[in-house]
């Protein structure tokens, strides 16, 4: 069993700070579970390109509002807790949080992130080639 504490692990380098984001991987690829779990926090007034080509994310809002962009179909859904969205077609998205409080979002990715990712000028992560390769 793995049992992992965010008041700990925020302290460690599983917690990543980026422009407009910080995010604590308490799972990654090498806990062997399949997937990777996040607590991200989108940064008050933040909006975010992001493009996942090699990764399925889900990401449920636990705090703040914001709202979340489908280029593909220009469709924007408010984001609030409760809410969750799912990439099921590595859907290329603007998600913003409101001016004045930050989201806090925990989110799965599968196949899991080792950690060691950054994102690209495309807002993707790059596919896990060791990964792909013992497939
Ligand atoms: C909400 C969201 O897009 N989370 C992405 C996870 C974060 N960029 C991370 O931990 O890499």
Known sequence: MIVRDLAKEILTERRVDSDGWSSVRLLLKDDRMGFSFHITTIHAGAELHMHYKNHLESVFCMEGTGSI???????THTIRPGVMYALNKNDKHILRADAGAPMMMACVFNPPVTGKEVH???GAYPADAALENSA
């Open 69 to 75: 962009t489908d280029i593909a179909t220009g469709e």
């Open 120 to 122: 690209g000028a495309d």
